[in-house]
């Protein structure tokens, strides 16, 4: 919004903005707050989590490292959401793909599937796959938990790209290049993957922080060296109420606004092309 | 890429014979369409929307399959090509430029798919450039040039793998008419130089008179007639031809016979008149129900003095002013009928004016009045 027109926005216009303000900023700090409490409490000289915290001690960033447990679960989280991603990123997509301009009976029926992992409980969700996975002996397998995850991941990938297809592919741009001579793989390498990429990669990134923070399916998919972080600190909250919780915490806080950054850099370089 | 020829041909034959379409079982949206494409000739396929001219183009691309009738390039049936498989450039409307391209690789795309090598086909593209004057904005991207330039890069897409026909489905359809007209004389320059057979698919009579070496009139998934400009405008075979090519004043009534190589006609207010026979259409006997197609232009307001071959009784009900002509209305009992005159401020003639109206029995077409559809 650039200076000019606020000043040249009529007083009733002003006032409208003004009460918009006073009634969103409850909210936005309903929202942001207990987010951002965290950090500080990361920073107590005590050994238990606390708020106020005692001030000021980065001890409990240096435990949380020093901690082979700790790090191994933060490693495993960034194995696991990569893998459920990637797979995500594939099945959202290529689904998101197929559907695109075709109209099949039980469409409908197809889509309300692929979304369905948003809507079923994910607690049902969970005790559902333990009890199919637990006979299979795949409790307690990194590769298991990513692949329930990437089902988690992708309806997000599937809507993104749907969008980015709506906006960026008509079937005169399939047709042209199917015109110059392009046959089915050459359409899908010119044509749909520059439109799908913005989707993919916005669907990607949401994918990701669902997947990395999700502690349900993960919970009831442990095993004694599969224990996400997530997973880690929810234990922890039960236990023994280290700081570690609100160091690993603010991580996720970093992670999300370099997510934000990311998001909102692309979306300025997409403006500018 | 033995088959790209670096010199522009002149096209092949296109044949398309006895085509149907059907998209659900017994209903037709295209229906027996047959037509010649020659090699270096200009054909448009004219008429509204929904009467199976984009359809048929696209079997044409083999983007629909055809239910009936076959479709040979040079003799040749095309039926089992996939459209990659197919040589014909087609622009579309909105050009469907790749938007995430330079005007370079847009146009040097067609080479790529066929396997043609970097530098080869980069040099190709900017020879191709040059020719439709767009030599300076190869690293633009389709967004950054105005509608005209984009056209420009359509064309030379369509048309540096030496098509065996540049296929045009409505690639004017969302411009201004300004620039429309502007476009068109582009169109036609940049085929007469390159020398390709170009099918057109349109719904404006002006684009397809003013470009088209012949044109196929369709209405209802049918061809209706198929001729030179010349020939459907002033010798239309039927009644919705004559009135979609240029406004038409279609009189009905009774056919009483021909005279003196003139079909009389007997209108509903009584009067007798004559018209010509149809040259394409079917030949009216006496008792058919016939239309008279009078242009506008044709209708003649008559002096007290003044006598036609023709003649009718009517009244003014309204006069417009549009600036090189009058156009009147009038009522002659039983008709409308428009007129358009010179203007002249001292001739105009009020509302309630009773008038005669006159036409030269070579200015009026009769038309065997089939179905009513007029």
Not at chain 1, 84 to 95: C, K, L
Not at chain 1, 166 to 184: E, F, H
Not at chain 2, 65 to 85: K, L, M, Q, W, Y
Not at chain 2, 247 to 269: A, K, S
Request: aromatic share 6%; with cysteine; glycine share 10%.
């Amino acid at each position: 919004m650039a200076p000019s027109d606020l000043t040249a926005t009529p007083a009733p216009r002003r006032l409208g903005r003004g009460l918009l303000f006073v009634a969103c900023a409850p909210i936005l700090v309903l929202l942001v707050v207990p987010s951002l409490i965290i950090v500080p409490m990361a920073l107590t000289k005590g050994n238990l989590i606390q708020f106020p915290p005692i001030w000021i001690s980065v001890h409990s960033f240096a435990d949380y490292l020093g901690d082979p447990n700790w790090v191994d679960s933060t490693l495993l989280s960034f194995k696991v959401s990569a893998l459920a991603v990637t797979i995500g990123g594939f099945t959202g997509g290529a689904a998101a793909i197929a559907m695109h301009g075709r109209l099949f009976p039980g469409r409908n029926l197809v889509s309300g599937l692929i979304l369905s992992p948003i809507v079923v409980p994910v607690i049902v969700l969970a005790l559902g796959d333990y009890l199919l996975l637990a006979p299979l002996q795949l409790i307690g397998s990194w590769v298991a938990i990513a692949a329930l995850h990437a089902m988690l991941v992708t309806p997000y990938v599937f809507i993104s790209v749907q969008t980015s297809l709506a906006v960026g592919l008509s079937t005169a741009l399939v047709r042209s290049a199917r015109s110059l001579g392009a046959g089915r793989l050459a359409v899908l390498r010119f044509v749909y993957w520059p439109a799908i990429r913005p989707g993919l990669l916005a669907g990607a990134a949401l994918g990701f922080a669902v997947s990395f923070d999700e502690v349900v399916l993960a919970l009831f998919m442990q095993g004694a060296t599969t224990v996400t972080l997530p997973v880690r600190m929810f234990t922890a909250i039960e236990y023994d109420l280290t700081p570690k919780i609100a160091a690993s915490a603010s991580l996720f806080i970093a992670l999300a606004v370099l997510g934000l950054l990311v998001q909102g850099l692309g979306a300025r370089g997409r403006g500018a092309a | 890429m033995s088959d790209v020829a670096p010199a522009p041909r002149n096209g092949r034959r296109v044949d398309v014979d006895g085509v149907w379409k059907a998209y659900a079982k017994g209903i037709f949206v295209v229906r027996d369409v047959s037509f010649v494409l020659n090699p270096g000739e200009f054909l448009t396929l004219l008429g509204p929307s929904g009467s199976g001219k984009t359809t048929t183009l696209m079997m044409i691309a083999g983007f629909e399959t055809p239910s009936r009738g076959r479709i040979r390039v040079d003799g040749r049936d095309i039926a089992a090509d996939p459209p990659d498989r197919r040589n014909f450039g087609i622009v579309f409307q909105g050009y469907a430029l790749f938007p995430h391209m330079s005007v370079l690789d847009n146009v040097a795309f067609p080479l790529r798919m066929k396997g043609v090598g970097m530098r080869a086909r980069q040099r190709r593209a900017a020879e191709m450039l040059e020719k439709v004057e767009l030599g300076a904005l190869a690293s633009r991207r389709p967004h950054q040039l105005s509608s005209g330039q984009q056209q420009r890069v359509a064309l030379a897409r369509a048309l540096i793998f030496a098509p065996d026909a540049l296929l045009l489905d409505e690639p004017l359809g969302a411009l201004d008419r300004k620039l429309r007209e502007q476009l068109q004389s582009e169109i036609k320059a940049i085929q007469r130089r390159v020398g390709v057979s170009v099918l057109l698919v349109t719904h404006d009579q002006d684009e397809a008179m003013s470009m088209s070496d012949r044109i196929a009139v369709m209405a209802d998934g049918e061809i209706l007639q198929i001729g030179s400009p010349a020939d459907v405008y002033l010798h239309p075979a039927t009644p919705f031809v004559a009135g979609f090519l240029g406004e038409t004043n279609l009189l009905p009534g009774t056919c009483r016979g021909v005279e003196d190589g003139h079909v009389v006609v007997e209108f509903r207010n009584g009067e007798l008149g004559r018209a010509r026979i149809p040259r394409f259409g079917s030949r009216p006997a006496a008792g058919d129900p016939v239309l008279a197609s009078i242009r506008p232009e044709r209708m003649r307001i008559l002096r007290a003095d003044e006598a036609a071959d023709s003649c009718m009784e009517g009244r003014v009900v309204s006069c417009a002013f549009l600036g090189r002509h009058a156009r009147y209305v009038i009522d002659a009992g039983h008709h409308v009928v428009v007129v358009t005159t010179a203007w002249s401020e001292t001739a105009a003639l009020a509302a309630g004016t009773p008038v005669r109206l006159g036409w030269l029995s070579e200015d009026a077409q009769s038309l065997l009045d089939r179905d009513g559809r007029a």
